[in-house]
């Protein structure tokens, strides 16, 4: 098993704020998890799934469980979710996943953020055929088996295994499925006993395009920007 491919990381705003952004970027993963199934993980995959990746940004459980009281109130916002579609500088596909209550402000959002930095909003259709989405789980690798649990894993759905790195350094395995198969591989990993770091879907590039350091750092403003939208859950792109 060797590394698995990877796009280039690009959150690149103080830590503090990138913080702030994933509790509230949780947070509404939360509300929407809960108002499609539930306030009791045990019974909400969706749920439990969120939980998880709260506790891998090392979200306080308090905020969690506000958060869920929160959601199952009468007040709670209907975020509706919505995938952009748009160039970097350069031909860079990008989607921007967002969650929002008010479309019309985040579409206005996120226009202008390309505008400003060489990029454009494309129509649906435009960029999504480049990304595959996938089920994405990340694992320590301390007490696993990797050859054992790929064996394993391809009886449930997985498509590819592999190691790669987290954000300061340290040795992650990466698996991934088809979307459609997530919930098998979910089921999978918990009968193993094995819980990830996180388990989350993720566009993945078909294929990544190389650029100059002088390029990228043009695409990465542009991405960076995107990224402290308040609306924005998540962006992916094709910078290699």
Not at 49 to 76: F, T, W
Not at 92 to 119: M, Q
Request: with cysteine; glycine share 8%; net charge negative.
């Amino acid at each position: 098993m060797g590394r698995i491919f990877e796009v280039r990381k690009h959150t690149m705003f103080a830590r503090w704020n990138r913080m702030a952004k994933q509790f509230a970027r949780i947070g509404k993963d939360i509300t929407i998890a809960v108002k499609g199934g539930g306030t009791d993980p045990a019974s909400n995959p969706t749920l439990r799934r969120v939980i998880q990746n709260a506790r891998s940004i090392n979200m306080p459980m308090d905020k969690v469980e506000s958060a869920i009281k929160r959601a199952s109130g009468r007040d709670a916002a209907d975020y509706t979710e919505i995938i952009y579609e748009g160039y970097a500088p350069h031909g860079i596909a990008v989607l921007v996943e967002a969650a929002t209550d008010n479309p019309t402000r985040t579409v206005a959002g996120v226009r202008n953020v390309f505008s400003k930095h060489g990029g454009n909003l494309a129509a649906s259709g435009s960029v999504s055929f480049q990304f595959k989405k996938m089920g994405v789980f990340r694992l320590k690798p301390e007490g696993i088996n990797q050859d054992d649990l790929e064996l394993y894993l391809m009886d449930h759905g997985l498509d590819e295994m592999g190691e790669s790195t987290g954000e300061t350094g340290e040795t992650q395995i990466v698996v991934r499925c088809a979307f459609e198969e997530f919930g098998h591989v979910q089921k999978a990993l918990e009968e193993r006993g094995i819980t990830p770091i996180s388990a989350e879907h993720e566009y993945i590039p078909q294929v990544a395009t190389e650029l100059t350091e002088e390029q990228a750092a043009e695409v990465m403003a542009l991405l960076d920007k995107m990224e402290q939208d308040d609306d924005v859950q998540k962006v992916y792109h094709t910078l290699a």
